[in-house]
T-cell receptor
């Protein structure tokens, strides 16, 4: 079945560091990918839609200069948390639909980000 | 995006008991998807409902979409410990072709052996 790979699984770094998270669709092409943020025991909050070859679409309240998204190819989207601070610590997870946009989403395993 | 209310937030049952989670919207939904997230894991797709009044079954799981397409439910018959996890409903963004999903807050199911 369709697989989405997310890397890294864990990141622990100092405040002020920028962190890049990769999301790859392994056996299918994804013109659109999605990035979510999840706090402990809470729901997934959609942050942005990553569009291959064009700018990402950010949800209301999400700082686009803080969370840089690049979708350079049909199988790779990256999320960079710039100048991360402790309040950015969270579980970040990506997803991609296989086929057209209304198909089920395949999720990566997520990245647990801890900023000291 | 689509706002849905999902209840209950938590449910603790003994193995063998039934479980139901409900998802309610104030607006008509084009379709709704259900996902399960195990502790420490990522969401896994369970089902997509599109038609008014639709009912779909997967072994012990029964999914329903209301006639008005404003509510949906997931019912598990005779729960097992493997059913532990958080169940999310996620309506697709109405009118959007991008497939954005806005997750409900989820129902966390605990099953006691």
């Amino acid at each position: 079945g369709a697989v989405v790979s997310q890397h890294p699984s864990w990141v622990i770094c100092k405040s002020g560091t920028s962190v890049k998270i990769e999301c790859r669709s392994l056996d299918f092409q994804a013109t659109t990918m999605f990035w979510y943020r999840q706090f402990p025991k809470q729901s997934l909050m959609l942050m942005a839609t990553s569009n291959e070859g064009s700018k990402a679409t950010y949800e209301q309240g999400v700082e686009k200069d803080k969370f840089l998204i690049n979708h350079a190819s049909l199988t790779l989207s990256t999320l960079t948390v710039t100048s991360a601070h402790p309040e950015d610590s969270s579980f970040y997870i990506c997803s991609a639909p296989e086929g057209n946009h209304n198909q089920p989403q395949h999720f990566g395993d997520g990245t647990r980000l801890s900023i000291l | 995006g689509q706002q849905v209310m999902q209840i209950p937030q938590y449910q603790h049952v003994q193995e063998g008991e039934d479980f139901t989670t409900y998802c309610n919207s104030s607006t008509t939904l084009s379709n709704i998807q259900w996902y399960k997230q195990r502790p420490g894991g990522h969401p896994v797709f369970l089902i997509q409902l599109v038609k008014s009044g639709e009912v779909k079954k997967q072994k012990r799981l029964t999914f329903q979409f209301g006639e008005a397409k404003k509510n949906s439910s997931l019912h598990i018959t005779a729960t097992q410990t493997t059913d532990v996890g958080t169940y999310f409903c996620a309506p697709a963004d109405r009118g959007s072709t991008l497939g954005r999903l806005y997750f409900g807050r989820g129902t966390q199911l605990t099953v006691w052996p």
